[in-house]
């Protein structure tokens, strides 16, 4: 006797339309407005699972949890740091995702993971070393940013995609998740377009394609060397999309959503880090609305790289400086809770 198959499992209430979530709660004899009392809730109040839904009848939720789980990533570990929370989540096929929820004085923002591991292979980054699995789905993306606030209770107002992969190459179901985050409840959370940054290695096609998007997004590019060579070096994908590519489309970008871009350049000791680099980097940078950050190395256990004294740091700065490019350091937050992308994963999956 052949074993029957296992039934299907339910898509949770994050996966389903809004016509899909109406056919349920009708089996159920419910009317349609519950159907928004249910996505107003998740979307407005930030909630662990049903249990927080307390608009909704305990019978009513606990039918629906049968039917339609609220989510489908499971937490799987947490790390609590001084400036940051870092998650891990199990989606419905074992694949294990990262987000962290990093706070500065006044702000609480998001940064989500978009794919799971990374095909751009960044040599000085956990991810980029572990190679591409799979896209997320655009409900994988928002169910980060709306677990993170229902399990820890604190809403984030912006949310940046600087988490694992590389959001231009999972365009259509980032750009479906931006959607969900930035339409007002009940059909989203709200969140103004330009709190959510889209962070790139610099995927032209991607650029030339959010340039004709209508929706005001912040762009960041991230350059991490001035040159070809080095920047191949250090972001092997990128020999697909060289600098005198990624830079027309970037003012492509300036001019059609007439909105400033932000250079992310992660400062690595004797690789990218000298006064020369910096004035070609200026030479790059000039006559762009744009400002630039710079990332001190944070140290990644797999890789040589190291960060640069403070000294050529502010060294490097001086030069944009001097050319009037608005320049930070950033120094990335959480490193106490490992928040280099795909630290955390590697530490709890060997095999990835
Ligand atoms: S730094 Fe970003 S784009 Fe580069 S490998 Fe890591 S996740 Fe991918």
Known sequence: MTASPAPPVPKAATACSEAEMVEIFAKLREPAFRVTQLREFLYRKGVAGYDGVTNLSKTLRKQLAERM???????????????????????????????????????????????????????????????????????EIVEQYLQMWGHSGEHSS???????????????????????????????????????????VGIVPGILKLAGEQLQLELAVSLHAPDEETRARLIPASRRYPIREVMPAVREFCRKARRMVTFEYVLLAGINDSVAQARELAGLLQDLPCKANLIPFNPVAETPYERPSREAQDAFKAVLDAAQIPTTIRFSKGKSVAAACGQLRRERAPSA
């Open 69 to 139: 789980p609220l989510y489908e990533l499971d937490a799987a570990g947490r790390q609590e740091g001084d400036d940051a929370a870092k998650w891990l989540w199990k989606a419905r096929d074992g694949a294990l995702i990262e987000s962290v929820q990093i706070r500065v004085p006044g702000r609480l923002t998001s940064c989500l993971s978009s794919q799971v591991g990374c095909a751009m292979g960044c040599v000085f980054c956990a991810t980029g070393l572990g190679g591409f699995e799979r896209n997320l789905a655009a409900h």
């Open 158 to 200: 912006h949310v940046v995609f600087m988490g694992m992969g590389e959001p231009l190459h999972n365009y259509d179901e980032v750009m479906q998740a931006i959607r969900t985050l930035n339409a007002p409840p009940p059909k989203g959370c709200g969140i103004g377009a330009r709190r959510i940054t889209i962070s790139t």
